[in-house]
Antibody, heavy 119, light 107 residues
């Protein structure tokens, strides 16, 4: 059973860059899509973006100018960088595996436990 | 962006009750609709994908239906462990978006 674990600083100063890493265990990061999602009281659940193991990405346009998601297959990890953060970026950040069904439907499963980042 | 609207935002129900949660999309999304359950302090768990397919190990009292713009999640007989917040999510078009959630509370 694949498990995901987020890691990174819990406190980031305004205007700096938020950096998180998701470590995948119990399976290979290869041949799958991986995503970052955040949850704040004010905006609920918000999809940030995803990356394929090969490195191709798709980002939420609302964050695209500030987001970079990268993958390191040798470490079975993928990462999130969010630049120029403000208090509005305070949230619990989750990483998740993206499941893809027939016809291209996409879902998130499993999720990491989440990590609170305060700006 | 496709907006997902859930109703109600909260409800109170008793153990054994039949519970129905509605999710409406701002445009037709076929059956590109998933449901999640989230308990306090935990990450969401996938319940149903593609509108009606039960994820492995999810109890059969959960069911999903709908297509186009209107979808429902039904819990046929509410159990104590079902008290949680439920979210819908569309994957028809990027950006992927979630509903605002429905909190199911004990009556």
């Amino acid at each position: 059973q694949v498990q995901l674990q987020e890691s990174g600083p819990g406190l980031v100063k305004p205007s700096e860059t938020l950096s998180l890493t998701c470590t995948v265990s119990g399976g290979s990061i290869s041949n799958y899509y991986w995503s970052w999602i955040r949850q704040s009281p004010g905006k609920g659940l918000e999809w940030i973006g995803y990356i394929y193991y090969s490195g191709s990405t798709d980002y939420n346009p609302s964050l695209k100018s500030r987001v970079t998601i990268s993958v390191d297959t040798s470490k079975n990890q993928f990462s999130l960088k969010l630049s120029s953060v403000t208090a509005a970026d305070t949230a619990v950040y989750y990483c998740a595996n993206v499941g893809i069904g027939a016809g291209g439907t996409e879902w998130f499963d499993p999720w990491g436990q989440g990590t609170l980042v305060t700006v | 962006d496709i907006q997902m609207t859930q109703s109600p935002s909260s409800l109170s129900a008793s153990v054994g009750d039949r519970v129905t949660i509605t999710c409406r999309a701002s445009q037709s999304i076929g059956t590109y609709l998933n449901w999640y359950q989230q308990k306090p302090g935990k990450a969401p768990d996938l319940l149903i994908y593609s509108a009606s397919t039960l994820q492995s190990a999810v109890p059969s009292r959960f069911s999903g239906s709908g297509s186009g713009t209107d979808f429902t999640l039904t819990i046929s007989s509410l159990q104590p462990e079902d008290y949680a917040t439920y979210y819908c999510q569309q994957s028809y078009r990027s950006p992927l978006t979630f509903g605002g959630g429905t909190k199911v509370e004990i009556k």
